[in-house]
T-cell receptor
Framework: NAGVTQTPKFQVLKTGQSMTLQCAQDMNHEYMSWYRQDPGMGLRLIHYSVGAGITDQGEVPNGYNVSRSTTEDFPLRLLSAAPSQTSVYFC??????????????????FGNGTRLTVT | QKEVEQDPGPLSVPEGAIVSLNCTYSNSAFQYFMWYRQYSRKGPELLMYTYSSGNKEDGRFTAQVDKSSKYISLFIRDSQPSDSATYLCAMVNTNAGKSTFGDGTTLTVKP
């Protein structure tokens, strides 16, 4: 079991460039999410998905897109990178008990993060 | 005002000390309470998980929840240098299907 795998580990972008952060999990988790972690601001939710084909916005979605075509993968796309998007990005997944629309009450499993710098 | 406030730290203690980490919250809809530990340049990992008021023990760690006061704590007994990490409290509103995190407290245990 690899758990949650994020690629790349590090990335430097120039303002205006686009890129995709990859996230894959092999635990058959229904719930997947993306967070960004900034000093003094903790973990903030960007987007999340309760199952394949279903995504929703979190606390800070602007400038980011997601899709969930399979249970395993949940890529995060930066459309036009800005210096304000310099951060550490974490993907997390969990096992949701019941149907995708029911309550979520299991702990998150995190990847080791992608450290992104936008110049 | 943030829904979850965590004592900011940082904390520096000698090996063997008892450590107390604390969070308060304002949203009564939170039903599940978790503590994550995050080592430098790693993702957070679950340490403790509870959904009721009271204490839960796991080895040297005790999680305490007081729903009436909207206050949770994590106690570490006989702290070790390997406990040096950032500790994040997290709370789950099952109706919203999301976790809300505190900002984290960085702990250093000195040998």
């Amino acid at each position: 079991n690899a758990g949650v795998t994020q690629t790349p580990k590090f990335q430097v972008l120039k303002t205006g460039q686009s890129m995709t952060l990859q996230c894959a999990q092999d635990m058959n988790h229904e719930y997947m999410s993306w967070y960004r972690q900034d000093p003094g601001m903790g973990l903030r939710l960007i987007h999340y998905s309760v199952g394949a084909g279903i995504t929703d916005q979190g606390e800070v979605p602007n400038g980011y897109n997601v899709s969930r075509s399979t249970t395993e993968d949940f890529p995060l796309r930066l459309l036009s990178a800005a210096p304000s998007q310099t951060s550490v990005y974490f993907c997390a997944s969990s096992y949701s008990i019941g149907v995708p629309s029911s309550s979520y009450n299991s702990p998150l499993h995190f990847g080791n993060g992608t450290r992104l710098t936008v110049t | 005002q943030k829904e979850v406030e965590q004592d900011p730290g940082p904390l520096s203690v000698p090996e063997g000390a008892i450590v107390s980490l604390n969070c308060t919250y304002s949203n009564s809809a939170f039903q599940y309470f978790m503590w994550y530990r995050q080592y430098s340049r790693k993702g957070p990992e679950l340490l403790m998980y509870t959904y009721s008021s009271g204490n839960k023990e796991d080895g040297r760690f005790t999680a305490q929840v007081d729903k009436s006061s909207k206050y949770i704590s994590l106690f570490i007994r006989d702290s070790q240098p390997s406990d040096s990490a950032t500790y994040l409290c997290a709370m789950v509103n099952t109706n919203a299907g999301k976790s809300t995190f505190g900002d984290g407290t960085t702990l250093t245990v000195k040998p």
